[in-house]
């Protein structure tokens, strides 16, 4: 199966455990791919057979200037509930990452994948 993908869309989103977390806000970066056959799209050079990508991209910028909530895990959930509005019951694969979790002397990152309708793609 093909795929098309979105890989380190940064996001600022008001998300966290701590109050601080959710009040200031905090970068986030998705990846995400949705699963589909692009074969007649590519041998037609048509995007009808294909899905638009920025419609996502707008779709999770504008969900992150609203969101506020504690996990990372609810927050996965509504990008794909946002996916699944856009494009419908496809294989989904989505990674969240919180850039810069506020860990006593850890300086990497924190994420969650997530895959709905048996997606998963390597991007």
């Known amino acids: 199966m093909d795929c098309i993908g979105v890989r380190e869309l940064r ?3 008001h998300v966290g455990v701590l109050d601080h977390e959710r009040r200031d806000g905090q970068w986030f970066s998705v990846d995400f791919s949705v699963q589909l056959d692009l074969k007649a799209s590519a041998v037609a050079d ?10 996502a991209i707008q779709a999770l910028q504008d969900l992150s200037q609203h ?3 504690l996990t990372i895990e609810h927050f996965s959930e509504q990008m794909l509930d946002r996916l699944d509005n856009l494009y419908g019951s496809m294989p989904t694969w989505l990674r ?6 506020p ?3 850890f300086n990497g990152r924190v994420f969650v994948e997530r895959s709905r309708h048996g997606g998963r793609s390597a991007l």
Do not use: I
């Not at 995007?47 to 419609?55: C, K, P, Q, W």
């Open 67 to 69: 969101v506020r909530c």
């Open 96 to 101: 969240l990452t919180k850039c810069a979790a």
């Open 11 to 13: 996001l600022w989103a």
């Open 103 to 105: 860990v006593p002397g």
């Open 46 to 55: 048509d995007l009808s057979g294909s899905l638009d990508y920025s419609v």
